[in-house]
């Protein structure tokens, strides 16, 4: 008990002789970080957390389906991208839908180049319809005129696709049962049944393709100033051509300039005071071609044979 009473003056008298330190808060020395590098700790945490917030969105966008960007202009036959203002209009869902595409880029081209009034639609019809139609047509053959009736010649219609008149365009009915029908009857069956349909299929849209192109431009069906636009081509050109070899009888490039400078007057005249008994203007040099528009005929036409060979295939 001495020994712990004597420990304890001791201590007493310790902390009595030290003197008491007034320290200045400015020489206090806190160990701390300078700013540049309190500022880079800040901007590592940033980092860190943007790194795990992109990494997290990969991630949800890793889980998500990826569509996929097609460059080749091909579509396919269900369930196909919206596309804005369209001159042709896909509304084929018959044999082999699910296996096919549509080559819209070439499609929409043909029709650009052609300039129809309105949109073309694909539909398929059963061949129940084609097949009352048909028997139709022979009951009217078989039926006996009265007099002074007019008789229609014959003529054979195509069994695998039909081309119709609307108000809004045209519509191609295609007939694949008929199709599926006559392929089955080879003996063909499985891929080999598939792949023949298509390559069938293609070449009958393209069959109707040039069918409403034709019709529409070099005839009176939709038309109805055709006739006067066909008589006024040929009897301009002649005209034209006898005056500018009267002439000058010896220069084929006078003669050839004066035709097509004629035809750009008149057609620009025109197209100004009646648009509708003109042909329709898509460039500058077609003000120097005829009233009839055998141009686009035939530019529709090699664009299908050159770039347009095919337009429906198999999903690759």
């Known amino acids: 008990m001495g020994l712990l009473q004597e420990g304890l003056r001791r201590s007493g008298e310790i902390r009595n002789s030290l003197a008491p330190v007034n320290l200045n808060p400015s020489e206090l020395k806190i160990n701390t970080l300078p700013i540049g590098e ?12 943007m790194l795990s917030a992109e990494g997290q969105k990969g991630k949800e966008a890793d889980e998500q389906p990826q569509k996929e960007t097609r460059t080749d202009g091909f579509e396919p036959f269900v369930n196909p991208e919206p596309t804005e203002n369209p001159l042709f209009v896909n509304g084929y869902v018959g044999n082999f839908a699910q296996v096919m595409e549509l080559n819209r880029v070439g499609i929409e081209r043909v029709l650009k180049i052609a300039h129809l009034d309105g949109k073309v639609v694909l539909v398929n019809v059963s061949s129940l319809r084609f097949d009352a139609e048909a028997q139709g047509n022979e009951l009217a053959a078989k039926r006996t005129p009265s007099f002074g ?6 003529h054979e219609e195509n069994p695998f696709l039909k081309v119709v008149p609307t108000p809004q365009g045209w519509r191609i009915e295609i007939n694949d049962a008929r199709i599926t029908e006559e392929l089955t009857e080879k003996k063909l069956s499985g891929k080999k049944l598939q792949k023949e349909f298509i390559k069938r299929f293609d070449g009958h849209l393209k069959e109707a393709l040039k069918e409403c192109i034709w019709r529409e431009k070099l005839s009176s069906e939709k038309d109805k100033y055709f006739r006067l636009k066909r008589f006024n081509s040929l009897w301009f050109a002649s005209t034209l051509i006898i005056t500018s070899v009267l002439i000058n009888p010896n220069d084929l490039l006078f003669n050839t300039s004066f035709y097509f400078i004629s035809n750009a007057i008149v057609n620009l005249l025109t197209n100004l005071k009646i648009p509708d008994k003109v042909r329709k203007i898509d460039a500058l040099w077609e003000y120097f071609m005829p009233f009839v528009e055998v141009d686009k005929v035939a530019r529709s036409a090699a664009f299908l044979v050159v770039k347009g060979r095919t337009l429906v295939k198999e999903v690759s």
């Open 38 to 49: 309190a500022s880079l700790t800040v901007r590592i945490g940033e980092i860190s957390r």
């Open 149 to 154: 009736e007019k008789i229609e010649e014959d």
